[in-house]
């Protein structure tokens, strides 16, 4: 019998195997090794997994999170990644590290941009020398901002970094590989002065503003050392502290630092942390170079904190010193000019020799005679001095002002693009003196110091009337110099005459007026409170015997009216006299220095407008560039 033949359809089912034996053995249909379709990124979780022994499969699962997290590989992550995934990863990184870079990118940008306007804002408003290297000039503009005290953002001096940057400095400038070429050192390898340290240098070769900027870090650096005078460096920390946080036996009762700060030093552990000002006030005055005022402003400078020490007698040495400063140049005796005995100017000295540096040497002899106590040498000398200033002549009217400069967008451009040049000297002090407005508010300075001698010397009332005086003066002469319209002058006004006249050297006219309607404001305020008090006193004295003499009057009236003997108590008339009113009533009694106390606060209060509308005009000629261009702008439009 001949087997059935099946057709061949029926044949190819009975070979293809059933589905649910494809899903139970865990074959997969065949496919292409070169083709990966997106539903196999894994392979499929089977149905029925055939798992090894536990304690096995423990140890594998194990091992492979140990070399996973080791970093040795990474099993399970790299049959994730597909090239569609690694390319998507790719561009994520990329566009990650861009943003990243451009945007630090710009802040680095923004910052230098700041910090250029910053210094370029400062370096007009403290010039230093071209010839500088950029790392000095950069420390002169940064040691002058700590110094000064912006009231705006409460920002606070900080003397000792100053102190830290200005000693860096001087070493550079010093230096002859760095700022100090052309530096000829005096005598034969330089004089060395016990306690004080070595002599200044020559000089001479340096350039005007090379030795005009050497001379007020000098001078700036021996203001920061008074300040900074005991202080010691804590050498384990390299920090500074006052002395009286240093715990040690010289110091028994330390004071507590403040909140916040590093923990006080031990003595064993400090040292001096700043030289003597002595140091630089010699160097100033030995210093072969620098000009007769720079010379004598050291001479006065060092004497004055001489005083402060209570060391009069090397005061009145220095003052001596600077005397002789001030007379260098004349052909005539000291004695010609100053009296031998008081040190008051004479009244026939030639009008030639009253120079501005005799008249502050004699101011300041006398401001030395009054910090002494000596108050019946200082009185002449202050008249003497206050005598011959206001004899002086007024100034030649030799003055070239510029044409008014445009103020469209171009010209604020320009000037904010190009560097100003350094400012031209000031005077030297040798030539004959006339009565500028600065010296009409050193007058007023004069009249003050003069008030204030008077007053300490018991004669009360001579003293508040030459402080009154000394306060109107100040005042008139800086409404002329400050007027109403100074805060919001029209662009085409060109500035007063009294901004741009000569000072003598002693500092802008504006800010000396300032200076003296401050202290005599002060002055005045103080004298009139303590009188007050004084009065105060006597006043509430007075008040209880008033009340006394009411309740007595009051008891004898209702016990013995009408009676004979009357008349040994006291009247109606007489109680009155002491401030009480026919009905009973006590009057309030008001002095005369409380009244005049409420004058002096209203005073203040005016002077305070005036003193205010200075600042903005200040503020506002020491505005940014970037302000400048930003209010220019809208003009351009």
Known sequence: MQPRMLPPQRLLLLLRPPKSSTRASGFQNARSFN??????????????????????????????S??????????????????????????????????????????????????????????????????????SRWNYRYARSLEEEDEDSDKNPDESLAASTYANLLKRLESPDLDGKDLVVQ??????????????????NKSYPWRRSYFLTLMRTARIAEFLDGWVTDTTRDLNFPPQYMIGPSNPKPKPVPMGSDAP????????AFPPPETFYIKVLTT?????????????????????????????????????????????????????????????????????NILLCATSIAVHHARNSDLPRALPVLASVLRARKALAPPPDTRQRSPNEDRDMISTLRRALIPPPYPPPPPPGDTPAHRTPSSICSEAGLMSHIGEVLF????????????????????????????????????????????????EGDGSAV??????????????????????????????????EREKLLDDQQQHKAQSKGSIWSWLWPTGNQVADL???????????????????????????????????????KKRENMSLVQTVVDQFPKLI
């Open 66 to 135: 140990s070399s996973v997290l080791n970093g040795r590989g990474s099993w399970q992550l790299s049959r994730s990644l597909t090239t569609a995934s690694k390319n998507t990863l790719k561009g994520g990184l990329w566009l990650g590290t861009k943003y990243f870079v451009v945007f630090w990118t710009t802040v680095f940008l923004l910052s230098v941009v700041s910090f250029g306007f910053q210094h370029e804002h400062l370096e007009r408003k403290y010039p230093t020398p071209p010839e500088w290297t950029w790392y």
């Open 288 to 356: 072969k170079g620098f000009t007769t005022r720079e010379r004598l402003e050291a001479a006065l400078s060092y004497a004055d904190w001489l005083d402060t020490k209570e060391l009069g007698d090397s005061a009145a040495e220095m003052h001596k010193w600077g005397v002789d400063i001030a007379t260098s140049d004349f052909d005539v005796p000291t004695s010609s000019i100053f009296d031998p005995t008081t040190g008051a100017l004479l009244p026939n000295a030639p009008a030639r020799y009253l120079t501005p």
């Open 511 to 544: 800010e000396r007026c300032k200076e003296c309607l401050e202290s005599g404001m002060h002055n005045w305020r103080m004298m009139v409170s303590s009188l007050a008090r004084e009065e105060e006193l006597r006043l509430e004295q007075r008040e209880l």
């Open 35 to 64: 083709y990966n379709s997106k539903r196999l990124f894994i392979s499929p979780a089977r149905a029925r997994p055939q798992l090894q022994n536990p304690t096995a499969f423990n140890q594998l699962s194990s091992k492979k």
């Open 579 to 617: 401030g009480v009113a026919e009905g009973g009533d006590l009057t309030p009694l008001k002095g005369r220095w409380e009244a005049e106390l409420e004058v002096v606060e209203r005073r203040s209060s005016r002077v305070e407008v005036l003193l205010e509308r200075e600042r903005r005009r």
């Open 265 to 272: 030093p031990l003595e064993e552990n400090c040292a001096q």
């Open 187 to 204: 005598g034969d390898g330089g004089i060395l002065v016990p306690g004080v340290g070595s002599t200044g240098f020559d000089i001479t």
């Open 456 to 503: 300490a010397s018991s004669h009360l009332d001579d003293g508040l009337a030459w402080t009154r005086d000394a306060v109107d003066l100040a005042e008139a002469q800086l409404r002329d110099l400050v007027p109403d319209s100074a805060v919001q002058r029209d662009e085409n006004t060109p500035v007063p005459p009294s901004y741009d006249l000569p000072d």
